[in-house]
């Protein structure tokens, strides 16, 4: 069970959000409007454990609703909800501090999938285990260890869960075992983005990665880049 806050202006939308999470076991809450959001979000950073946001709101847009939530220092997930064939909006909602993101119109299951996804970066509990595990793998990559089946690195600092896209950036850059991979196959790979696109999605992310796993992140000696190409992983 997780306490979600969709914020959407469409009530028919939101109302069929509410009833079909809620029918998942869920808590939800609505709020119309993106002031609204902003300031629940603002006022208090752990009430929920996940946020579904549409950017196309009067008064405010999504997008400052994610900005002024990360100001604040609310980290809670967001999954932002665009318009079809709205690929800038996506990146600029990304960019603004979300963390996944659905076109319009989608299918309740490519929802549900999402919702599971990013609530895997709650604490980890017993009773969402069985249900969306991998078989136990175990990453070493300098004194941080990567739990892929639990979706969090432990380090000495202590423990961080991951989202489903920063887990996914992890293993495609593993998967080259040490060689560079470009910001475009990047962004095809792990967001199912046009590899041309403009944009700093991956760099955000890299920089999330490296403040889980390097003793320094201003000087990385993990994620390593590469001038010119994209970035190189050294364990
Ligand atoms: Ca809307």
């Known amino acids: ?13 939101a109302r069929g959000l509410q009833f079909n999470l809620e029918a998942e076991g869920h808590e939800v809450d609505i709020e119309e409007s993106g002031r609204g959001g902003a300031e629940r979000l603002e006022r208090d950073a752990r009430a929920w454990d996940l ?15 994610a900005r002024r939530a990360r100001a604040a220092g609310n980290l809670t997930p967001i999954l932002i909800l665009t318009a079809m064939d709205a690929t800038r909006d996506l990146v600029r909602g990304l ?35 069985a249900a969306d595990a991998e078989p ?7 004194d941080a260890t990567v739990r892929f089946d ?29 060689d560079a991979v470009t910001r475009g196959e990047l962004l095809e790979e792990v ?13 955000n992310f890299v920089v999330r990665l490296r403040r889980y796993l390097e003793p320094n992140p201003s000087r990385p000696k993990h994620i390593v880049s590469v001038r010119g190409h994209g970035y190189r992983l050294v364990r």
């Open 51 to 65: 946020v579904i946001l549409d950017l196309m709101l009067p008064g405010m847009s999504g997008f400052e609703v």
């Open 136 to 142: 136990r793998s175990e990453i070493r990559i300098g």
């Open 191 to 203: 967001w199912g983005l046009r590899p041309d696109t403009r944009t700093r999605v991956v760099d």
């Open 1 to 13: 069970m997780a306490r979600i806050l969709i914020i959407e202006d469409e009530e028919h939308l």
């Open 150 to 178: 639990r979706f969090e690195i432990e380090t000495q600092a202590g423990t961080v869960s991951l989202t489903t896209r920063e887990a996914g950036l992890l293993r495609a850059l593993l998967a080259r075992d040490g």
């Open 95 to 129: 960019e603004e501090g979300a963390d996944d993101y659905l076109t319009k119109p989608f299918e309740l299951d490519e929802l549900l999938a999402r919702v599971r996804g990013l609530l895997r970066r709650r604490r980890w509990d017993g009773a969402d285990a």
